[in-house]
């Protein structure tokens, strides 16, 4: 009896063993997927041709373990339209599909995924927004931006026009005409005339009360007896918000000073450029804030003992919301990361202690050092060039592995694939061939091997598709090791 329970305990051991060490293989062999469009913006009966990479998730590097890559083109409804096996030779495959003519216009998904990045959930997948749609090609190139997003009731909208005709040049000293409404109904109507390099900013004042989140500006502009049309939203917030207060390394000490940084999106998901001041327990104002860009930005705060804080929002006016930060410590470490000409980790602490610190990329151990601090301040050099680019993580714990502060940076980004393209011409006549150079080198200039992929689109139809996707470095560099949108 006692053999027969020996066994079935060096089977279970066994087991364990072989999964975990299933698991850590696993681990090395995950899979990220990208895929390069010829265009974003299609016409019905198009061709969409795309080249796909598949990446080692550990080290971004082309991967072997799959020789196949799925690709699959969903309708507006989201139902499967097309799907393609395509080869792959060291992580490189391109394929295409034709468009059907007679296909409804819409938003298109392009997945792509292999066979072993079906052991995890398809969010990891690779999607790409296309939009078929049957368009005329403009006579006028224009561009619409707004720099301020998530506006309010009597904030001031700031809209930049850009406008050239097809050969590129800024169309000058031209009128046109504007029109703002919210939901249909005219608010505001003009005559605007473009500058020296073809551009115009619009600024006009929101109504001090706001019934509806549907306001458009809509320009129009008569070139060569042709009248062409560009419209967008105004970037206005809801009346409700997501917004986040993120000390660095994740820690609030009572006496260390620290950054606060914050984000703030609509219900829309859309980012809101917020204004505000923080406020403590007592009702006094000890910092301010305002939004960066795309809703973020930070603030510096030395915290109180026994002290609580709230974010009160002044900007947009229509938010009534107020935000707590986390409790504040009396004791503890602050974790900084100084990112200037070269890295180092600034640590702060209110007592005296071993820790120790670990740097990791993709889970894999780069940096490890085990250091005594004092109390006050220490600053640590990282060699980054042992870091591959792309985000690395650094943790601070205690001898019992507790963990003290952490914090997520992005390095390298000065080590990136410089790319250049020249013509052999300036100017080319129509169906005239253009040749074209090529060349990649690191940050020192020198010469480097790089397996590439070239899409030349129509400028009329690029400046309508307006794509913000992810591109190959914010996808395998940031998208999948941090959470949220690269913008």
Known sequence: MKSR????????????????????????????????????????????????????????TPSNVSQVAIAEL??????LVKKRNVPLVYGRG?????????????????????????????????????????????????????????????????????????????????QGSY???????????????TDEA?????????????????????ISFNYNGYTENIARNLPLASGQLDMQLMPEGGTLVAGLPNNIAFRAIGVDGQPVDVKGYLRDSKGKQVATFEAYKFGMGRFILTPEAGMTYEAVITSPKNIQQRVGLMPVATQGVVLNVLNDRRPSLKILSTMEQ??????????KLIFRDQVRLRKGQLLIPIADTVFPPGIARFTLTGLDNRPLAERVCFLGGNRLLRTRITTDKAVYAPREKVKL???????????????????????????????????????????????????
């Open 354 to 363: 071993e820790v120790l610190i670990t740097g990791t990329t993709h889970d």
């Open 94 to 174: 391109d394929s295409g599909f034709q468009l059907d003519p007679n296909w409804p216009g819409g938003v298109y998904k392009l997945r792509i995924y292999t066979q072993w990045m079906r052991n995890e959930s398809d969010s990891l997948f690779f999607e790409k927004s296309i939009t078929v749609q049957k368009t005329i090609s403009p006579r006028v190139l224009m561009k619409l931006d707004f720099p301020a997003k998530g506006l309010g009731p009597g904030d001031e909208v700031v809209a930049d026009l850009e406008v050239r005709n097809l050969a590129g040049l800024p169309i000058r000293y031209q």
């Open 5 to 60: 329970i020996h066994f079935l305990m060096a089977a279970l051991l066994l087991l364990i063993a072989g999964k975990a060490g299933a698991q850590k293989a696993y681990a090395s062999m995950r899979e990220k997927a990208y895929a390069h469009t010829n265009h974003v913006f299609f016409k019905p009966g198009e061709s969409l041709y795309y080249k796909i990479y598949i990446v080692n998730a550990s080290d971004n």
């Open 437 to 487: 150079s090529v060349r990649t080198t690191d940050q020192q200039g020198r010469p480097l091997p790089a397996d590439l992929s070239l899409s030349v689109v129509d400028d009329k139809l690029w400046t309508m598709a307006d794509d913000r996707q992810d591109h190959l470095i914010s996808l395998v560099a940031h998208e999948q090791r941090a959470a949220g949108k690269s913008i």
């Open 179 to 193: 029109q703002v409404t919210f939901a249909g109904n005219v608010y505001r109507s003009g005559i605007f005339e």
């Open 198 to 218: 073809g551009k115009c900013q619009f600024k006009l004042r929101l109504p001090d009360t706001l019934a509806t989140r549907d306001g458009l500006l809509n």
């Open 74 to 79: 969903l309708g507006p409804s989201g139902a």
